[in-house]
Nanobody, 123 residues
Framework: VQLQASGGGLVQAGGSLRLSCVAS????????MGWFRQAPGKEREFVAGIGWKGDFTIYADSVKGRFIISRDITKNTVYLQMNSLKPEDTAVYYCAAAYSSGVVTETLRYRYWGQGTKVTVSS
């Protein structure tokens, strides 16, 4: 069981990045998936989540309208398209697979976690 996140990097404010998370098939097709982030000195926070069918999504207010979560079942991959990035988006981003098939926002309701990918937004 593995989640492998990638796509982080350094970008200027206003720029875009797309994060990817490849999951082993057993934990992908039947699970809700989510992205979280943790900035230095802060708690890990929910960013976006998507149900197992990909037809329902939810976003944190801080990223709504700028970030888009999606999933490609054929590639066992979930994406986070991040647009109009701000310095306050700087964090390590983690993908996670939920215990359930629905969309959940609470950290404790996620079973598997990736290793994280760092995003730095310069002003």
């Amino acid at each position: 069981v593995q989640l492998q996140a990638s796509g982080g990097g350094l970008v200027q404010a206003g720029g875009s990045l797309r994060l990817s998370c490849v999951a082993s098939g057993r934990i992908f097709n039947n699970n809700g998936m989510g992205w979280f982030r943790q900035a230095p000195g802060k708690e890990r926070e929910f960013v976006a989540g998507i149900g197992w069918k990909g037809d329902f999504t939810i976003y944190a207010d801080s990223v709504k309208g700028r970030f888009i979560i999606s999933r490609d079942i054929t590639k066992n991959t979930v994406y986070l398209q991040m647009n109009s990035l701000k310095p306050e988006d700087t964090a390590v981003y983690y993908c996670a697979a939920a215990y359930s098939s629905g969309v959940v926002t609470e950290t404790l309701r996620y079973r598997y976690w990736g290793q994280g990918t760092k995003v730095t937004v310069s002003s």
